[in-house]
């Protein structure tokens, strides 16, 4: 089935940059909206963006700003890159997409800790 594997978490200073990516495998034939969510600890799991099949972007506002994201359809693989990165944006990172016939698909997150 659809396989999701993120990577690029790990710990960085608060102003710092990460870029997390999410690739997609298994018997895709093709994929809609590709997205990121967070879930800080205690807290629950909150959108933060999405990327339509041809571009199209939205953010949670207290990214806008600071995070991108980005695809590259021909590597079935979304971004999201991190920039001014503040001690609340702590959390464990999902990728989410979209697929035909009414799934969807979730990764099992990456953690993103963001020193003050």
């Known amino acids: 089935q659809v396989q999701l594997v993120e990577s690029g978490g790990g710990l960085v200073q608060a102003g710092g940059s990460l870029r997390l990516s999410c690739a997609v495998s298994?018997?895709?034939?093709?994929?809609?909206?590709m997205g990121w969510y967070r879930q800080a600890p205690g807290k629950q799991r909150e959108f933060v963006a999405r990327?339509?099949?041809?571009?199209?972007?939205n953010y949670v506002d207290s990214v806008k700003g600071r995070f991108t994201i980005s695809r590259d359809n021909g590597k079935n693989t979304v971004y999201l890159q991190m920039n001014s990165l503040k001690p609340e944006d702590t959390a464990v990172y999902y990728c989410?997409?979209?697929?035909?016939?009414?799934?969807?698909?979730w990764g099992k997150g990456t953690l993103v800790t963001v020193s003050s």
């Open positions: 989410n997409i979209q697929l035909p016939y009414g799934m969807d698909s």
């Open positions: 298994g018997g895709i034939f093709s994929i809609n909206a």
């Open positions: 990327i339509s099949s041809v571009g199209f972007t």
